[in-house]
């Protein structure tokens, strides 16, 4: 196939793209570097199946060729990004999505947007399914990321239904691995930072809020069953493997053999209480469940961000 992946340079983009150049695919990459990095791409300048292209998706996306798919991973994905960048956050779900369901639509091309488990918000239901419509403050500082992934979907939606557009939805939970931002603002590179450097570890509210994380091997390998699916709807990918934020902040220093210790601080406004995937759609439709534990996915993690911080 030739695929596009808008959002490239990204963490998740940039895995995305060694997961297709691996299947031998041609993949053009897509991104403006206002969250991405070069440096996830880097190691495929000489490879002659991979291209990049820098451009804004809010703006019109022009591909000359042929296209087999569109994969739509362009967003700022982080609560220190959203909060610096809300109106290019709404943008990019609105705007960005529209104009990249437009590509899909032009070539003939099947469409897959990346989702998010924040379209759940502060859940009343737990674990979340795909049928659960969430709780979500739409004008809350984290409004602004939520409520573009639910408008992501409606137009997504909308599009399969009056064109015929073959579309996928997949919303990802928690997710870690190299190529995360070392100022990224989430638990896991906060944590895996702060230990390494012996810092104090800071966990906000009383640590007892809780989160499901998934090495991203296991993400993209689901997200690359999902497009291969005859599944239109939105899929939970995910690892329900549950844990408290503090429990994880504990697990962070045994793993870094770290001396630092925990201090709290107050919860960010409408911080979710509790997420956990129900991976039951997953399992049936795509054959399709987590395979890297916890441990060993901080195991494959951790000496990334030694090497990034020269340690």
Known sequence: ????????????????????????????????FVTGDRRNVAHLADVPAFSLMEHDVSQFIRVEGEVEAVLHFASPASPIDYAKLPIQTLKVGSLGTHNALGLAKAKGARFLLASTSEVYGDPQEHPQTEDYWGHVNPI??????????????????????????????????????????????????????????????????????????????????????????????????????????????REIVAATGSKSEITFKPLPVDDPHVRRPDISLARKVLGWEPGFSRKEGLQKTIPYFRERLGL
């Not at 340079?9 to 991104?31: E, K, M, N, P, Q």
């Open 1 to 32: 196939m030739r695929v596009v992946i808008t959002g490239a340079a990204g963490f998740l983009g940039s895995h995305l793209v060694d997961y297709y150049i691996r299947r031998g695919d041609t993949v053009l990459g897509v991104d403006n």
């Open 140 to 249: 809350g500082p984290r409004g602004v990321y939520d409520e573009a992934k639910r408008f992501a979907e409606a137009i997504t939606m909308a599009y399969h239904r009056v064109h015929g557009l073959d579309t996928h939805i997949v919303r990802i939970f928690n997710t870690y691995g190299p190529r995360m931002r070392l100022k990224d603002g989430r638990a896991l590179p906060a944590f895996v930072c702060q230990a390494l450097r012996g810092e104090e570890i800071t966990v906000f509210g009383d640590g007892q809020q809780t989160r499901s994380f998934c090495y991203v091997d296991d993400l993209v390998r689901g997200i690359g069953l999902l497009l291969e699916s005859d599944h239109r709807g939105p899929v939970n990918i995910g690892n329900p493997d549950e844990t408290t934020i503090l429990e994880f902040a």
